[in-house]
């Protein structure tokens, strides 16, 4: 059997690895056009900050050492231009000499990646960069360093985006500028989470411009002039990071089946409409677990977990990809960000009945040093309280929370499922109640009508409502260093003794700082006959602090 793969890095090196390892006798061939084949292109962003300081860290395997151990013919510096599917070849050329020549295989496999997105190439400025291989990352730090450049603008705020605006204000003293066309940045959050983001950003000194795409960018003489639909700024250097298109031109050249906006088709197998061509990573779309709408999701765990399906299904070992929840985590200076499943948005556009949760627990128990609070949003169906996605912040622990709502999601899990959830407790690690547990019983509660949650978006678009009163349960020095306007403010230890201060013909939306004393209040009113209803998130989540 030949196999030949079109690409390295995670889809394409990883089918080539599992290949050998289930076939020692198979004939394997990568083509890859750049100069590695299996780089850490998830840390790009961190050598351009120092962080990573040796180039050669980066790389995952040589063509050198990958030949040596799995006995795989790699050619660099070479790129499939031709797949000629009658005849079951391909043709190639070779980067450095120009010649081409061809090459049958018995299964092709199509890693080709994605390209990232300029809508500036015709500026041709050495000024403007993108972002997406070891040579990209080497040449943006060489011209930092060797112009001394003090103003780095970023277009587009993704988690690259994000991750190159910290990785640059830590080095060179640079001045960064995001400008993202959104209304917050890291598009599979929520706007309410993205605040968190927001803040530390601004508190960190780079400069967050929303709502403001870019029309043009005249390169004049040592400065770049980027001018938005709102206003004009000026930068030394910009760096794009409006995300990639997936590569498939091969695939449409082949008269393989390709979605309308891109991203070639592929079945459960990964198998293309050519049962003897299979595609994968960056180049295709995959299910979403959750809505099961095909998506793009460009991360490299997928392309990984598909790469041993491809590998399988040509060697005979029918293996099924079921597809993927998007998880994923970013660090952004001192804090952590973990997302997985689905946003609100997705919620609406997909008709799902859902309601969400904002609770702060902190990282382990409070008594032992250094228990920091994490803020998590979890988006449940509203009858079942089956999980269908989260968002965690916070410096401590976000990574395992995450984790273990990933699994949740991925196994249908409800909220009752998570109450009984049996988690590691020692008190640096955890509470013995952990996050995820008390998450559990947030959801089950409401679900049950123990109470009723509102969000603070909810309470600020109440217009000034006779009926509604806010009610602070907070402590004196609490309320002391800010309140919520207009609120009436009752200590929950002092609530019992001042019921009679309350109107029974009101509703009362109640908060603490962070949801659980409020609870305790909501429970203490409501079994004395008032309606209330219980603001998630607390104070806390309101100030985004």
């Known amino acids: 059997m030949k196999v030949i793969i079109v690409g390295g890095v995670a889809g394409g090196a990883t089918t080539a690895?599992?290949?050998?390892?289930?076939?020692?006798?198979?004939?394997?061939?990568?083509?890859?056009?750049?100069?590695?084949?299996?780089?850490?292109?998830?840390?790009l962003p961190y050598y351009i900050g120092d962080v990573i300081k040796n180039k050669k860290d980066l790389l995952v395997q040589t063509p050198e050492k990958f030949n040596k151990r799995f006995n795989i013919d790699v050619r660099i510096k070479q790129e499939v231009t031709k797949i000629d599917r009658k005849e079951k070849c391909i043709v190639i050329k070779n980067l450095e000499t120009n010649?081409?020549?061809?090459?049958?295989?018995?299964?092709?496999?199509?890693?080709?990646?994605a390209n990232p997105i300029n809508p500036f190439k015709d500026l041709n400025s050495e000024?403007?960069?993108?972002?997406?291989?070891?040579?990209?990352?080497?040449?943006?730090?060489?011209?930092?360093?060797?112009?001394?450049?003090?103003?780095?603008?970023?277009?587009?705020?993704?988690?690259?985006?994000?991750?190159?605006?910290?990785?640059?204000?830590?080095?060179?003293?640079?001045?960064?500028?995001?400008?993202?066309k959104a209304s917050h940045l890291i598009a599979p959050l929520d706007e309410d989470m993205a605040r968190f983001v927001h803040k530390l950003l601004e508190k960190k000194g780079i400069n967050i411009i929303l709502?403001?795409?870019?029309?043009?960018?005249?390169?004049?003489?040592?400065?770049?002039?980027?001018?938005?639909?709102?206003?004009?700024?000026?930068?030394?250097?910009?760096?794009?990071?409006?995300?990639?298109?997936?590569?498939?031109?091969?695939?449409?050249?082949?008269?393989?089946?390709?979605y309308p906006k891109g991203g070639i088709e592929v079945d459960d197998h990964m198998r293309t409409n050519d049962e003897d061509i299979y595609a994968l990573g960056d180049a295709v779309k995959i299910k979403n677990c959750v809505t099961e709408d095909m998506s793009y999701i460009s991360l490299a765990g997928p392309a990984n977990k598909q790469a041993r399906v491809v590998a399988n299904n040509i060697c005979g070992k029918e293996t099924s990809y079921d597809g993927s929840i998007g998880s994923s985590i970013l660090k952004i200076f001192d804090y952590n960000l973990g997302i997985t499943g689905i946003n609100e948005a997705t919620c609406k556009n997909s008709n799902i009945q859902y309601k969400t949760i904002i609770l702060s627990?902190?990282?382990?128990?409070?008594?032992y040093p250094g228990a920091n609070m994490l803020?998590?949003?979890?988006?449940?169906?509203?009858?079942?309280?089956?999980?269908?996605?989260?968002?965690?912040?916070?410096k401590e622990g976000v990574d395992k929370v995450t984790d273990i709502l990933?699994?949740?999601?991925?196994?249908?899990?409800?909220?009752?499922?998570?109450?009984?959830?049996?988690?590691?407790?020692?008190?640096?690690?955890?509470?013995?109640?952990?996050?995820?547990?008390?998450l559990g019983n947030s959801i089950v509660n409401e679900i049950e009508g123990l109470v009723e949650t509102v969000t603070w978006e909810d309470v600020e678009n109440l217009n000034n409502n006779n009926n509604i009163s806010i009610l602070d349960a907070r402590t004196d020095a609490e309320y002391e260093e800010g309140a919520f306007k207009g609120c009436i403010h009752i200590p929950l230890d002092d609530l019992r003794g001042n019921l009679d201060k309350l109107d029974k013909t009101k509703t009362?939306?109640?908060?603490?700082?962070?949801?659980?004393?409020?609870?305790?209040?909501?429970?203490?009113?409501?079994?004395?006959g008032f309606k209330v209803q219980n603001i998630t998130g607390g104070y806390h989540y309101y100030k985004k602090d």
């Open 99 to 113: 010649e081409e020549y061809k090459e049958s295989y018995d299964k092709l496999v199509l890693s080709p990646g």
């Open 211 to 258: 709502n403001n795409g870019v029309k043009e960018i005249i390169n004049k003489d040592d400065k770049l002039n980027i001018i938005l639909e709102n206003e004009k700024i000026d930068s030394e250097y910009i760096i794009l990071c409006l995300g990639v298109r997936p590569e498939d031109k091969l695939a449409v050249d082949a008269e393989l089946k390709v």
């Open 361 to 367: 627990p902190f990282s382990h128990a409070t008594y």
């Open 406 to 438: 990933a699994t949740a999601i991925i196994m249908k899990m409800t909220a009752y499922d998570l109450e009984k959830l049996d988690l590691c407790y020692a008190p640096p690690f955890s509470s013995a109640k952990s996050p995820v547990n008390l």
């Open 17 to 43: 690895a599992r290949l050998r390892r289930l076939n020692e006798k198979a004939e394997i061939i990568l083509i890859e056009r750049g100069n590695f084949i299996s780089f850490a292109n998830c840390g």
């Open 508 to 528: 009362y939306l109640v908060y603490c700082k962070t949801g659980l004393r409020s609870y305790i209040a909501c429970r203490i009113l409501s079994q004395n």
């Open 375 to 394: 803020t998590i949003k979890a988006i449940y169906e509203q009858k079942t309280g089956k999980i269908l996605g989260a968002q965690v912040w916070g």
């Open 127 to 180: 000024k403007i960069k993108t972002l997406r291989n070891v040579e990209d990352s080497v040449e943006i730090k060489d011209y930092i360093i060797k112009n001394n450049i003090k103003n780095v603008a970023i277009i587009g705020g993704g988690y690259i985006g994000v991750e190159v605006a910290e990785n640059l204000s830590n080095f060179n003293d640079v001045k960064v500028t995001i400008i993202e």
